[in-house]
């Protein structure tokens, strides 16, 4: 079975910190890749996507992906985190031939103003 | 606006009482799908529907039905909705499959008692 691992379950941060969130699959294949947000009582949206070319990818709010490829890896990183980033952070992957997404566990960034 | 709605946003319910969960899109996506979220446990994909009248289960689709009649319509019912089925759900439509990003509705919290 395809599966997602985001082995940091809950970071706190102060303001201004970088963040380095990290996701790793296990699906040999082709995948397109997504990080998605879910602020406090809201529904996820999305925060950054990686289908194909230059591995890093910059998404809304300054955040931006690696991927990388021999690694299985698709990092979430910010260089400087506001308050306002505080939510749930998913990584998502789409092995390039299934119909199906695959979310990691999420990890909760509490930022500290 | 573009937008994936869910309805009701709030349910209890008690343990073997018929339930539907409505989830309407106005993107005109073709793909539709269905999570439950779980602490520790991210999204779970339960159904999903390539388009109208082609559903497939997904990894947790144990008490759970669907059904597509429509494009924009993908309602989730629970026949006999059991207390380990308390938990958020949250419809999402997608333009081009699983390979495109997501568009999530607001959430469906469900509790059975």
């Known amino acids: 079975a395809q599966s997602v691992s985001q082995h940091n379950h809950h970071v706190i941060l102060s303001e201004a910190a970088s963040l380095e969130l990290g996701c790793n699959y296990s699906?040999?294949?082709?995948?397109?890749l997504f990080w998605y947000v879910q602020y406090p009582g809201q529904h996820l949206q999305l925060l950054l996507k990686y289908f194909s070319g230059d591995p890093l990818v910059k998404g809304i709010k300054g955040f931006e992906a690696e991927f990388i490829k021999s690694k299985f890896s698709f990092n979430l990183r910010k260089p400087s985190v506001q308050w306002s980033d505080t939510a749930e952070y998913f990584c998502a992957v789409n092995p390039y031939n299934f119909n199906k997404f695959y979310f990691g566990s999420g990890t909760k960034l509490n930022v500290k103003p | 606006e573009a937008q994936v709605t869910q309805n009701p946003r709030y349910l209890i319910t008690v343990t073997g009482k018929k339930l539907t969960v409505t989830c309407s899109q106005n993107?005109?996506?073709?793909?539709m799908s269905w999570y439950r979220q779980d602490p520790g446990l991210g999204l779970r994909q339960i159904y999903y529907s390539m388009n109208v009248e082609a559903t497939d289960k997904g990894d947790v689709p144990e008490g759970y039905k669907v059904s597509r009649k429509e494009k924009r319509n993908f309602p989730l019912i629970l026949e006999s909705p059991s207390p380990n089925q308390t938990s958020l759900y949250f419809c999402?439509?997608?333009?081009?499959?699983?390979?495109?990003?997501?568009?999530f509705g607001q959430g469906t919290r469900l509790t059975v008692v």
């Open positions: 999402a439509s997608s333009p081009q499959g699983a390979k495109t990003e997501a568009f």
């Open positions: 993107m005109n996506h073709e793909y």
């Open positions: 699906y040999g294949g082709t995948v397109n």
